[in-house]
């Protein structure tokens, strides 16, 4: 048992050592001036490079006359606007159909009477 557990304690001492090496080298690296403005800089190109494709990509889908990610977001919208309408004017006719039954249940019945035969003509 203690062979086992002695690799494995040598193992994780190693690791956490690379651990600890490798954030000093990553803090030594971020503390230069260079490194932080050219990744910054790449950071820059890269924001703008997507913003590129992003705007040839709504291009080549206008021109295929296929909806792009806006336009689908803004018939989401229209359709969520329209759901919530449809809830209401549902609730609303709930309501007046339950007040139309409690009308009608309130009001009394009107016992029928019994008409008088018409005379007949012929006798």
Request: charged share 30%.
């Amino acid at each position: 048992m203690a062979d086992r557990k002695q690799p494995d304690s040598l193992w994780q001492r190693l690791v956490g050592a690379g651990e600890e090496r490798l954030g000093q080298f990553a803090e030594e690296i971020l503390a230069s001036p260079h490194v932080t403005e050219a990744l910054g800089a790449a950071l820059s190109r890269a924001a703008r490079t997507k913003g590129q494709v992003d705007r040839n990509m709504q291009a080549v889908l206008s021109a295929l006359n296929l909806p792009t990610r806006g336009d689908l977001n803004k018939v989401v919208n229209k359709v969520e606007a329209l759901q919530g309408s449809l809830v209401n004017i549902n609730i609303k006719l709930d309501r007046l159909l339950a007040e139309h039954a409690a009308a009608k249940r309130a009001t009394p019945v009107r016992a029928t009477r019994a008409r008088k035969p018409k005379p007949d003509p012929e006798g």
